[in-house]
């Protein structure tokens, strides 16, 4: 009897570790739908105050580079002193109410605070491959879902920023290409801090840098790949694959025509790579 005791829990631990290891190498994760968080979607137009993002451009200056027509970030090189003022700037936004923000201001404030908490989190996890293993508990991937910080009494995951007032409330697909999760496959994290003024044109030159680059749209002979942003979150792009192809002809007229034309399957792929500069 103990000899079967002990095979069953062998089999069962043997079980348990193939589910584990199966979770971690799924290709992508489930895309969260845009559900408005309705304690955020207010703002004050009458409001003068401003936020500094200075601190954030200061680390995007000194850390982030460009290379092979992406950006990466330098995390083995982040300074104890620039740690603590990538601390000091998140502890400066979540002492801020959003709501008491106007519109323009709300959006940066949002953007810069998820891209400096993804980095946050990936300086807390030195030595990982992706942020897909960084944070998280046994049956979730990555540190999305994580409440990382506290705002006007509530507790804020990287979802919530993304899914639950970016999307919901400005509803601009432009969205995906301002937020960075870390990866190569992701849209660049861009090297200036969102500020009122240069909101609209850093999200057209975000997007168009990323339909330009060939990790978004490419043919490998007969076969289109694409970004999984465009499978996850079609909805936000078009009604339908024909939408879709019609936008991305309309950032790749190079491509139009064969865009257009295409009836074959699309590849859909992503590459969780850590965004690192070596």
Known sequence: MLQVSVKSEATLIRKALLLTTSLLALPALAAPDADLWTFWASSDERSSRTVDHGAWQRLLDAYLVEADGRTLFHYDAVADDHRSALDAYVAHLTAVDPRGLTRAQQFPYWVNLYNALTVRVVLDHPGKQSIRRMGGGLFQTGPWRTKLVEIAGERVSLDDIEHRILRPIWQDHRIHFAVNCASLGC??????????????????????????????????????????????????????????????????????????DHQGPIDYHYDWSLNAAR
């Open 187 to 260: 849209p660049d994290l861009m090297p200036e801090a969102f500020t009122p003024a240069n909101t609209e044109p850093l999200l057209v030159r975000a997007e168009q840098g990323f339909l330009s680059h060939p990790r978004a749209v490419a043919f490998a002979g007969d076969r289109l790949r694409l970004s999984s942003l465009f499978d996850w979150y079609l909805e936000d792009f078009a009604d339908d694959r024909a939408g879709l192809l019609a936008y991305l002809a309309r950032h790749r007229p190079e491509l139009a025509d064969r865009l257009a």
